[in-house]
């Protein structure tokens, strides 16, 4: 059975960090595109990273420059990093596991997802 699983949310205050960690089981992702998409309440799921296996990054606009998205292909595994938080980060954030082409931030391209982890920033 395959599985992504996201930890290490949780509630911060503006301006402060978290680090996100999501890990696979059930087949190894190493060949993978890997993504972080992150939904507010009554908003979209948005796209947030993606990481690439040759380790190609990609950003939104609104995070980049404060998060910073990486994996360990050993332990199969994604990390987001996400510094100088804001309130409007507030979501629960989901990773996911695509294989590579095209279209990284679209979230229909997407095969695999985990089952996200709250992230609350207070102001």
């Known amino acids: 059975q395959v599985q992504l699983v996201e930890s290490g949310g949780g509630l911060v205050q503006a301006g402060g960090s978290l680090r996100l960690s999501c890990a696979a089981s059930g087949r190894t992702f190493n060949s993978f595109v890997r993504g972080w998409f992150r939904q507010a309440p009554g908003k979209e799921r948005e796209f947030v990273s993606a990481?690439?296996?040759?380790?190609?990054?990609y950003y939104a606009d609104p995070v980049k420059g404060r998060f910073t998205i990486s994996r360990d292909n050993a332990a199969n595994t994604v990390y987001l990093q996400m510094n100088s938080l804001k309130p409007e980060d507030t979501a629960v954030y989901y990773c996911?596991?695509?294989?590579?082409?095209?279209?990284?931030?679209?979230?229909?391209?997407?095969?695999?997802w985990g089952q996200g982890t709250q992230v609350t920033v207070s102001s």
């Open positions: 990481i690439r296996q040759d380790g190609l990054t």
């Open positions: 996911a596991a695509k294989r590579e082409g095209v279209r990284v931030n679209f979230k229909s391209t997407y095969e695999y």
